[in-house]
């Protein structure tokens, strides 16, 4: 049976979505369809672009061991803003973190390769700062089910949904492409079965890791960017109806915060253990 996978965002706990394909993948079952929303987005992003999930394990373990290199603070932006702050100017500075090592490092990883070029069906939404839309970013605009809000777009490269995606707000720039300013999907669709299920996919396991989590205890400015956000996130998910067909939720720790990148193998664990102990059902429903 064809099913799809929906991920949703949530940092580096979005590592155990590897788990998950990992154990997926261990028992013969490959979603022909997928979405993604901020680190679901990426994991979803490599998949479609036809990386393995054994690969995927590969980046976890080499993030955990500190993933400094992906990373490029607006040093010359911060140094501005806060006098422009004091003479009531605006500044450029957007973002903690530039995002271009990262997208050019995902676009290495995909070789450059267009949505379009996707071996399965994918959707990787982010946000338009200038209209409040969702913009859902997919290989293809055949047999797409309008939806309130959502513009469907087909001529990104992979590099650059993903890095929309996972653009949070205040710790990464937006991305900007075609008139638009893109940033995290999980301001309006932390876990994007809604998406999938308009791009024509009737049978979804969603996998979310986006539960609260309790603040760490060096509170820094980007946990609190994070932490912000991921509460909303979570209220909004309470009030949205999606309609997958089985919902897994792996136990990852309370306390690892949004972007404690030695944490990422344990959540990938998690993830992996959760698919293990729900596959018969997974079976039953998707095999």
Same mark, same amino acid.
């Given at each position: 049976?064809?099913? &799809?996978?929906?991920l ?23 979603? &022909?369809?997928?979405? &993604? ?5 990426i ?6 672009? &036809?990386?393995?999930?054994a ?6 373990l080499?993030?955990?061991? *500190?993933?400094? +290199?992906?990373?490029?603070p607006?040093?010359? !932006? ?12 605006t500044? *450029? ?5 530039? !995002?271009n090592?990262? @997208? ?6 995909? @070789? ?9 069906? /994918? ?11 969702? /913009? ?5 605009l055949? *047999?797409i ?14 590099? +650059? ?24 999907? !999980?301001?309006?669709?932390?876990l994007?079965?809604?998406l ?26 980007i ?5 912000s ?15 997958e067909?089985?919902l ?5 720790? +309370?306390?690892?915060? /949004? ?11 998690? !993830?992996?253990?959760?698919?293990k ?11």
């Amino acid at each position: 049976m064809s099913f &799809g996978i929906a991920l949703a965002g949530g940092g580096i706990r979005g590592a155990a979505h590897v788990g998950v394909l990992l154990a997926l993948e261990e028992n013969g079952l490959c979603p &022909g369809s997928v979405a &993604g929303t901020s680190a679901g987005g990426i994991v979803a992003g490599l998949y479609a672009a &036809g990386l393995s999930a054994a690969r995927m394990k590969e980046m976890v373990l080499k993030f955990s061991g *500190g993933g400094a +290199e992906f990373f490029d603070p607006d040093l010359s !932006g911060l140094a501005t803003m806060i006098p422009s702050l004091l003479v009531r100017r605006t500044s *450029g500075f957007s973002g903690l973190l530039k !995002g271009n090592r990262l @997208e050019n490092y995902l676009y290495r990883l995909t @070789e450059g390769k267009f949505l379009s070029e996707s071996r399965v069906r /994918v959707v990787i939404p982010s946000v338009d700062l200038c209209s409040g839309d969702t /913009v859902a970013c997919t290989n293809t605009l055949k *047999g797409i089910r309008p939806l309130r809000r959502v513009r469907w777009t087909d001529r990104m490269r992979f590099s +650059e949904a993903m890095r929309a995606t996972a653009s949070l707000p205040a710790v990464f720039r937006p991305k900007i492409i075609d008139h638009m300013c893109l940033v995290d999907g !999980g301001v309006t669709d932390v876990l994007p079965v809604d998406l999938l299920i308009a791009a024509g996919e009737r049978n979804v396991l969603a996998v979310d890791v986006s539960e609260d989590y309790k603040m760490p205890e060096n509170i820094s400015l980007i946990e609190v960017a994070s932490h912000s956000l991921a509460i909303m996130e979570t209220r909004l998910r309470e009030c949205v109806t999606r309609g997958e067909k089985m919902l897994l939720d792996p136990d990852l720790p +309370e306390t690892d915060g /949004v972007l404690n990148l030695r944490q990422m193998p344990m959540c990938m664990e998690a !993830g992996y253990r959760a698919a293990k102990r729900a596959m018969p059902r997974i079976r039953s429903l998707f095999a």
